[in-house]
């Protein structure tokens, strides 16, 4: 008779006692320059990031130069006056780092990726960037043909057209918030190294500009690193740029893009609310989180669990642009998809699930589900510098302060549920949301006209 083998088992590792977390805090200083330096000491993070964002928002772009603040950005990497954009590209992958940039309505932010071993050699090509852009004729031709390029296949995709309607229909036509972030065919096509140079020159100096670095600094002279790079950059002295106030036409109206023969219709819901600097945000965030911030959301659990329509839904509140005086605001939206056949249904559920939370509030079963996700994973979402360095280059883009993170995360675990529901109702009110629609008119028109939702109109594609 065989003997059966044994295994030897052993004890199951017990979780440790938690540590005291919050987001930390930068160090604040400037250099001679008057570039002003964040810094955060974060140890065993031997990839440093670096943000630095720039005073130049899209409302200073010139009258028909739409997308000429990105094309500035993605030239900042093609080439300087030591390096052509090949050498540049190169003398990058050498130290090992990632070099991105992207302008949006605050500005324009570079950011950078490097191991700290390599930071200095890194640092000097982000400063050279910075200090002395090429902008060569054949560089800014190719970065246009290729925005360009990239138009076509953003209106093809739904959500993104859908994105580019409710802005026209939120904000009053002729203003910059009104058009595509990163202009249109005709404006970008008006785009030539004369005019990126010409913003460059108005818009980017030290003086009104903001590093962001964090990472291990162990046995770096970070001062000295700083001093010999991106304070060798010089420009004249400038005031920070006023923040014009958001409007905004919240009026409950519907808007169909027409895709005819389209089997989905993408939903996209919103209007604009309260930035960060408003009290209510903490309980803005927690209410919206319930109401379609994961999958067990109120919106998920009826659209998707229950009757099936979609693979998910989501709420969200996104600033747009901020200013300390209460004049900035966010995008208080909720986005999905459907099958066509049930986009009445879907939407008629939707509108449902709005006005039952109005009617009965959430649970604080509910808020302590949200205050565990949004609270309680804090530190896995930054263990990275660069997720760090993001939020850190956020909070000085929207005039915060420098506690502001580590203060919201109190603030979101002592939000009661009271408080939660009134937020996210005042948030999103059932007679006050501007709806579009990507889909086959043809088909959703009439069902959504019957739901009594707002005025229909019907716009084509492009």
């Given at each position: 008779m065989t003997e059966l083998a044994?295994?030897?088992?052993?004890?199951?590792?017990?979780?440790?006692?938690?540590?005291p977390w919050a987001f930390p805090e930068p160090g604040r200083g400037s250099l001679d320059n008057g570039l002003t330096v964040l810094r955060c000491h974060r140890p065993g993070q031997q990839v440093v990031a670096v943000e630095v964002l720039l005073d130049a928002p899209l409302d200073a772009e010139p009258a028909g130069l739409d997308g000429v603040a990105t094309i500035m950005a993605r030239a900042f990497s093609e080439g300087t006056d030591k390096h052509s954009a090949e050498d540049f590209a190169a003398e990058l992958e050498r130290c090992g780092a990632t070099l991105d940039a992207h302008a949006d309505h605050p500005g324009v932010r570079l950011s950078l990726e490097v191991p700290a071993s390599r930071l200095a050699k890194a640092l000097g090509l982000l400063a050279?960037?910075?200090?002395?852009?090429?902008?060569?004729d054949g560089e800014v031709e190719r970065l246009v043909r290729n925005r360009l390029d990239e138009i076509?296949?953003?209106?093809?995709?739904?959500?993104?057209?859908?994105?580019?309607?409710?802005?026209?229909?939120?904000?009053?036509?002729?203003?910059?918030?009104?058009?595509?972030r990163q202009g249109t065919e005709e404006t970008?096509?008006?785009?030539?190294?004369?005019?990126?140079?010409?913003?460059?020159?108005?818009?980017?100096?030290?003086?009104?500009?903001?590093?962001?670095?964090?990472?291990?600094?162990t046995g770096l002279d970070l001062d000295a690193l700083l001093g010999d790079t991106l304070g060798a950059w010089t420009g004249s002295a400038a005031e920070p740029r006023?923040?014009?106030?958001?409007?905004?036409?919240?009026?409950?109206?519907?808007?169909?893009?027409d895709r005819p023969g389209a089997v989905q219709t993408q939903l996209l819901i919103g209007r604009t609310g309260s930035d960060r600097h408003d009290r209510v945000w903490p309980a803005q965030v927690l209410g919206t989180y319930c109401l379609g911030g994961t999958l067990?959301?109120?919106?998920?659990?009826?659209?998707?669990?229950?009757?099936?329509?979609?693979?998910?839904?989501?709420?969200?509140?996104?600033?747009?642009?901020?200013?300390?005086?209460?004049?900035?605001a966010a995008m208080l939206a909720i986005s999905g998809s459907v099958d066509t056949?049930?986009?009445?249904?879907?939407?008629?559920?939707?509108?449902?699930?709005?006005?039952?939370?109005?009617?009965?509030?959430?649970?604080?079963?509910?808020?302590?589900?949200?205050?565990?996700?949004?609270?309680?994973?804090?530190?896995?979402?930054?263990?990275?510098?660069?997720?760090?360095?993001?939020?850190?280059?956020?909070?000085?883009?929207?005039?915060?302060?420098?506690?502001?993170?580590?203060?919201?995360?109190?603030?979101?675990?002592?939000?009661?549920?009271?408080?939660?529901?009134a937020a996210v109702v005042n948030a999103f009110p059932v007679d006050r949301l501007v709806t579009v629609l990507v889909g086959d008119a043809s088909q959703i028109k009439e069902p959504v006209e019957a739901l009594g939702i707002g005025e229909v109109t019907v716009v084509a594609a492009e």
């Open positions: 044994t295994m030897d088992f052993h004890s199951q590792p017990q979780a440790g006692e938690p540590k050279d960037a910075l200090r002395a852009p090429a902008f060569a076509p296949h953003e209106l093809a995709n739904p959500a993104r057209r859908a994105a580019k309607e409710l802005s026209r229909e939120l904000f009053p036509a002729g203003t910059r918030m009104s058009r595509p970008v096509a008006a785009i030539d190294s004369g005019s990126v140079r010409a913003f460059y020159e108005k818009h980017v100096r030290p003086a009104t500009a903001t590093a962001v670095v964090v990472g291990d600094l006023p923040v014009p106030p958001v409007t905004a036409d919240d009026r409950g109206r519907v808007v169909i893009v067990t959301s109120r919106l998920d659990r009826v659209l998707r669990e229950e009757k099936g329509y979609t693979y998910g839904v989501r709420a969200f509140g996104q600033v747009l642009r901020s200013a300390p005086d209460g004049t900035g056949p049930n986009t009445g249904p879907a939407l008629d559920d939707l509108w449902t699930v709005l006005r039952k939370l109005a009617a009965e509030g959430l649970t604080d079963a509910e808020r302590d589900v949200a205050v565990q996700n949004l609270v309680g994973v804090a530190p896995l979402k930054y263990e990275t510098a660069a997720a760090v360095a993001s939020t850190l280059a956020d909070q000085v883009e929207q005039h915060l302060p420098d506690d502001y993170q580590a203060t919201l995360y109190r603030q979101l675990a002592a939000t009661g549920t009271v408080e939660a529901t």
